[in-house]
């Protein structure tokens, strides 16, 4: 069965303590992972695309990773403002055009 | 560009009433998916549409959800009668058409129903 896990579910962290998201998927062809943002009140921001295993993407503090089987979304040195839920999806030759959506991870970020 | 614009961001209505969600897409996208989040079970694809023309609605969970996109520009979800289980935020998405690197989904700032 085709499906989106992430762990932890929720990340506390002190400010400057770096950490790593995971995401696991078990589809079959997959297309693309995409992690999003999610703040309170708001709905998800794109942050990544990810289409093949090997491939890397960094932004600011943030740098995600594929293999075959999973995702990983490296924070370092975090600040109180990376604090969100962060969510991974999969785009997969047997959804269509439709993304799957893990349940995500919040993360907290001490001061 | 102004992203997906929807309305209205907080409903709160009876049981039996009807509840109408519009949506407007990033101009140019081909694509314009409705999504639903509870804590349950996340964000789940209710209906999608490609050049307006409703593809996949395998999601709507019954005959009281309905979405029509009279044009490129404009979309609903519409919800008769309304219950207490349709308390959700409705996500609108879009994103264009083409390869690969048109693939990501922009979402709006969603629609936070509450059903008493």
């Known amino acids: 069965e085709d499906q989106v896990t992430q762990s932890p579910e929720a990340l506390r962290l002190q400010e400057g303590e770096s950490s790593s998201l995971n995401c696991s998927y078990t589809?079959?062809?997959?297309?693309?992972l995409f992690w999003y943002r999610q703040d309170p009140g708001k709905g998800p921001e794109f942050l990544f695309t990810?289409?093949?295993a090997g491939e890397e993407k960094e932004k600011e503090r943030l740098k995600a990773t594929l293999t075959k089987k999973e995702s990983f979304l490296h924070i370092t040195a975090p600040k109180p403002e990376d604090s969100a839920t962060y969510l991974c999806?999969?785009?997969?030759?047997?959804?269509?055009?439709?993304?799957?959506f893990g349940p995500g991870t919040r993360l907290s970020v001490l001061p | 560009d102004a992203g997906v614009i929807q309305s209205p961001r907080h409903e709160v209505t009876e049981m039996g009433q009807e509840v109408t969600l519009r949506c407007k897409p990033i101009?140019?996208?081909?694509?314009l998916f409705w999504y639903r989040q509870t804590m349950m079970r996340g964000l789940e694809l209710l209906i999608y549409?490609?050049?307006?023309?409703?593809?996949?609605d395998s999601g709507m969970p019954e005959d009281r959800f309905s979405a029509k996109m009279p044009n490129a520009s404009f979309s609903t979800l519409k919800i008769q009668p309304s219950e207490p289980r349709d308390s959700a935020v409705y996500f609108c998405?879009?994103?264009?058409?083409?390869?690969?690197?048109?693939?990501?989904?922009?979402f709006g700032e969603g629609s936070w129903l509450t059903v008493v």
């Open positions: 998405a879009s994103r264009a058409g083409g390869d690969p690197s048109g693939n990501t989904i922009y």
């Open positions: 589809v079959s062809g997959l297309r693309g």
């Open positions: 990810l289409y093949s």
């Open positions: 999806a999969v785009q997969a030759t047997n959804y269509g055009q439709n993304f799957v």
């Open positions: 101009s140019g996208h081909d694509y």
């Open positions: 549409f490609n050049n307006n023309v409703p593809i996949d």
